[in-house]
């Protein structure tokens, strides 16, 4: 049987239509949820109708099954980014076995017992609030986590995310702050790096292009400028059978498959036409030390 709505959920719902909101009637149950008195209600409904993206206003976004802390000024982690992880994820669980070193302790650990592999060591590039990241260590059975940003709000924003696993988090330019240790040992290299060109920026919505920072959305004069600079390192840092994972879109694809193959990869393209999300996947080639 159904039942009733929330008082007040009406009228929240009818100033969300009328603000353009597609999703007004999920948007208004969770802002009813999650608004502790009236007044604080009515200006969490003000912020969400002058533009400011939901999942600002609520403090969380759901990912992979997951809440993940989103801070105003920080990328919202979008729904066909859930593809990258699932790709992750997938060849985590098929890597060989590789015995661990000896007195090494994995930094974090996902659910379940340990494998007979040890941990999956998962980098998580240009990282945001550190969803990508979380998600697939949250899903493997023992995960050792290590995310970076350059951005300072969005570190911050992950540090706490990234506490659920016990990972760690770096502040600094793609590789730049990473420890030395971790080169050659990285299982998974995830990167949802920006790939916007930089001339459509001003064609995104206004959710987006308001409230995100540039630097999480801007990809360059053709979007893949991001992707050339990890593909161009990342053969330092991956372990024998480890793979690199960028996201990118359909149009963009062939270019962000050319920066791993200019790396010395063999990247191949994989599609969600669902999520409307597109992958380029890379393996460390067989044979290929890590360099200095």
């Given at each position: 049987?159904?039942?009733?709505?929330?008082?007040?959920?009406?009228?929240?719902?009818?100033?969300?239509?009328?603000?353009?909101?597609?999703?007004?009637?999920?948007?208004?149950?969770?802002?009813?949820?999650?608004?502790?008195?009236?007044?604080?209600?009515?200006?969490?409904?003000?912020?969400?109708?002058?533009?400011?993206?939901?999942?600002?206003?609520?403090?969380?976004?759901?990912?992979?099954?997951?809440?993940?802390?989103?801070?105003?000024?920080?990328?919202?982690?979008?729904?066909?980014?859930?593809?990258?992880?699932?790709?992750?994820?997938?060849?985590?669980?098929?890597?060989?076995?590789?015995?661990?070193?000896?007195?090494?302790?994995?930094?974090?650990?996902?659910?379940?017992?340990?494998?007979?592999?040890?941990?999956?060591?998962?980098?998580?590039?240009?990282?945001?609030?550190?969803?990508?990241?979380?998600?697939?260590?949250?899903?493997?059975?023992?995960?050792?986590?290590?995310?970076?940003?350059?951005?300072?709000?969005?570190?911050?924003?992950?540090?706490?995310?990234?506490?659920?696993?016990?990972?760690?988090?770096?502040q600094g330019d793609l590789y730049d702050p990473l420890p030395a240790a971790l080169r050659g040992r990285v299982d998974v290299l995830v990167a949802n790096a920006?790939?916007?060109?930089?001339?459509?920026?001003?064609?995104?919505?206004?959710?987006?292009?308001?409230?995100?920072?540039?630097?999480?959305?801007?990809?360059?004069?053709?979007?893949?400028?991001?992707?050339?600079?990890?593909?161009?390192?990342?053969?330092?840092?991956?372990?024998?059978?480890?793979?690199?994972?960028?996201?990118?879109?359909?149009?963009?694809?062939?270019?962000?498959?050319?920066?791993?193959?200019?790396?010395?990869?063999?990247?191949?393209?994989?599609?969600?036409?669902?999520?409307?999300?597109?992958?380029?996947?890379?393996?460390?080639?067989?044979?290929?030390?890590?360099?200095?």
């Amino acid at each position: 049987m159904r039942q009733p709505a929330p008082p007040g959920i009406a009228a929240v719902v009818s100033r969300l239509r009328a603000a353009g909101c597609v999703f007004a009637e999920d948007e208004a149950s969770l802002l009813c949820s999650a608004g502790a008195t009236p007044a604080e209600l009515r200006a969490m409904v003000d912020r969400r109708v002058s533009g400011v993206p939901l999942e600002h206003v609520l403090g969380w976004a759901e990912f992979c099954g997951l809440r993940i802390a989103v801070t105003p000024g920080v990328f919202v982690p979008r729904r066909r980014s859930e593809f990258l992880v699932r790709q992750a994820v997938a060849a985590a669980r098929s890597r060989p076995v590789r015995p661990r070193r000896r007195g090494r302790q994995p930094v974090g650990a996902g659910r379940g017992n340990r494998g007979p592999a040890g941990p999956v060591v998962i980098l998580d590039l240009c990282c945001g609030s550190g969803a990508v990241g979380v998600a697939v260590a949250t899903s493997l059975d023992q995960a050792e986590l290590h995310a970076a940003d350059i951005d300072l709000a969005a570190v911050a924003c992950a540090r706490h995310n990234v506490a659920a696993v016990a990972g760690r988090v770096y502040q600094g330019d793609l590789y730049d702050p990473l420890p030395a240790a971790l080169r050659g040992r990285v299982d998974v290299l995830v990167a949802n790096a920006p790939y916007v060109p930089t001339s459509e920026i001003s064609l995104m919505p206004p959710e987006a292009r308001l409230h995100e920072p540039a630097i999480a959305l801007d990809g360059g004069a053709d979007g893949v400028e991001l992707h050339r600079r990890v593909a161009a390192q990342a053969l330092g840092w991956l372990a024998p059978g480890g793979r690199l994972f960028i996201e990118t879109s359909d149009r963009q694809a062939t270019l962000t498959a050319a920066a791993m193959s200019a790396s010395g990869l063999i990247p191949q393209v994989v599609r969600d036409d669902d999520l409307g999300a597109t992958v380029v996947i890379a393996p460390r080639p067989g044979g290929v030390p890590a360099q200095p």
